[in-house]
Nanobody, 126 residues
Framework: QVQVMESGGDLVQAGGSLRLSCNVS????????MGWFRQAPGKAREGVAC????????FYTAPVKGRFTISRDSAKSTLYLDMNSLTPEDTAIYYC???????????????????WGQGTQVTVSS
């Protein structure tokens, strides 16, 4: 049984930092890509960053590039999202997902992802 479970969401002040974790079980992650997505109130879910597990190759969307870092710990089957310089616009439910690799990397579109976590709330106060 595949399980994807996020943790680490919290209330943080603007300018602060937070680390999200995503533990995955039931998958051979070497064959997968992992993605972080978020959904702000009243908005559609959007991609944030992704990582090809085998090589660690990453991709970031423009709003978070330079502030967020996606990484993995293969021994722990855990994906991370380190978030710095947070702003109120980063407030959202953050989701982790596992899916197929795209070309030689990963995608920040939802279509390739089939196993999703339940989400973790990140709230950034001004």
């Amino acid at each position: 049984q595949v399980q994807v479970m996020e943790s680490g969401g919290d209330l943080v002040q603007a300018g602060g930092s937070l680390r999200l974790s995503c533990n995955v079980s039931g998958l051979g992650l070497e064959n997968y890509a992992m993605g972080w997505f978020r959904q702000a109130p009243g908005k559609a879910r959007e991609g944030v960053a992704c990582l090809k597990w085998e090589t660690g190759r990453t991709f970031y969307t423009a709003p978070v590039k330079g502030r967020f870092t996606i990484s993995r710990d293969s021994a722990k089957s855990t994906l991370y999202l380190d978030m710095n310089s947070l702003t109120p616009e980063d407030t959202a439910i953050y989701y982790c997902a596992a899916g197929r690799r795209v070309n030689d990397g990963c995608s920040v579109m939802e279509k390739p992802y089939v196993n999703w976590g339940q989400g973790t709330q990140v709230t950034v106060s001004s």
